[in-house]
């Protein structure tokens, strides 16, 4: 089996970050997030290595070696996103939160009862493994990353027993995941609070199910604060050399936040929220999702 790295945890937690820093061992390929569902217009997306999406030599081979594949493959379109809108059944089973073992039992059984949503499952298997295997061959190294963060994801890529997979919940204070989704989705600290507190148990579940054995928890603000320490013992974790790991200076592809084309140099703690939060924004977030937040250490 080909070992897999799986970032979990929710949207503005710092995955782009790490992704970036894991990018630099020599045994990781990676292009960030494998299911891409926030591309928007490729016309105009650039690249970590600062060529626009269309115009980048990588991206270009990746698209000709997937269509000599026959494969169905475009830059705003992988295939590798685990959806079927045309039919809202289906969709759910791929869609819905993960949650208790009872659930995930009654989703098993969908997917034991319909032909046509294991046939779908399948081909966006089939889709990931032959992507995944490409950007390997391509970037010469034997382990992959998927930044995804979506813990329903996961389940579906462990369920398919194809890849050794690691997983990395990246865990950062729900303050200042909320004062970034809030000024990126331009909505209120109840909205932002509840979404976190969602995707943040979601992933709780997702963890506890693994164990320390096949998941590791990493705090945004210790990566920051030390990141040499944090990496060595993800490296430790994923079984890898991380001695005289230094910026490699292999061109990196990755797509993520626009932390992706800026310099790892100078890396700094992100505590915006500090002063863009007001009383109540912090009020209003203790309420909803205080607890969970103070369970994984933070006051």
């Not at 970037?139 to 979506?150: C, G, I, T, V």
């Amino acid at each position: 089996m080909h070992k897999l790295i799986y970032i979990m945890g929710p949207s503005y937690s710092g995955s782009t970050l790490l992704t970036l820093l894991l990018a630099d061992h020599p045994d990781i390929a990676t292009v960030g997030e494998l299911k891409a569902t926030s591309m928007g217009d490729v016309s105009t997306y650039s690249c970590s290595c600062g060529e626009l999406l269309p115009a980048c030599p990588f991206w270009q081979n990746v698209q000709q070696m997937m269509r000599e594949q026959g494969r169905s493959f475009s830059l705003d379109d992988y295939k590798t996103h685990f959806q079927y809108p045309e039919h809202p059944l289906i969709n759910r089973l791929f869609r819905a939160a993960f949650r208790n073992p009872v659930f995930e039992t009654a989703r098993e059984m969908g997917f034991l009862l319909s032909s046509a949503a294991r046939k779908i499952r399948a081909q966006i298997l089939a889709q990931n493994k032959a992507l995944i295997e490409i950007i390997c061959s391509l970037q010469q190294a034997p382990m992959f990353l998927d930044d995804s963060k979506d813990p329903i994801r996961l389940k579906l890529l462990l369920a398919a027993d194809i890849w050794d997979i690691r997983t990395i919940q990246l865990i950062r204070d729900g303050r200042g995941v909320t004062n970034s989704y809030m000024h990126h989705h331009k909505t209120t600290m109840d909205k932002a609070a509840r979404e976190w507190l969602h995707t943040q148990q979601e992933c709780d579940r997702m963890a506890k199910l693994l164990g320390n054995t096949r998941c590791l928890t990493v705090h945004y603000e210790n990566l920051c604060l030390g990141p040499e320490k944090t990496l060595a013992d993800i490296y430790r974790f994923l079984d890898l050399q991380s001695e005289n790991i230094a910026p490699s200076s292999r061109i990196k592809h990755i797509l993520g936040n626009q932390m992706r084309l800026g310099s790892l140099q100078d890396i700094r703690l992100d505590e915006k929220w500090r002063q863009a939060l007001s009383g109540t924004d912090v009020q209003i977030f203790n309420e909803i999702a205080g607890e969970v937040n103070r369970r994984h250490g933070y006051k």
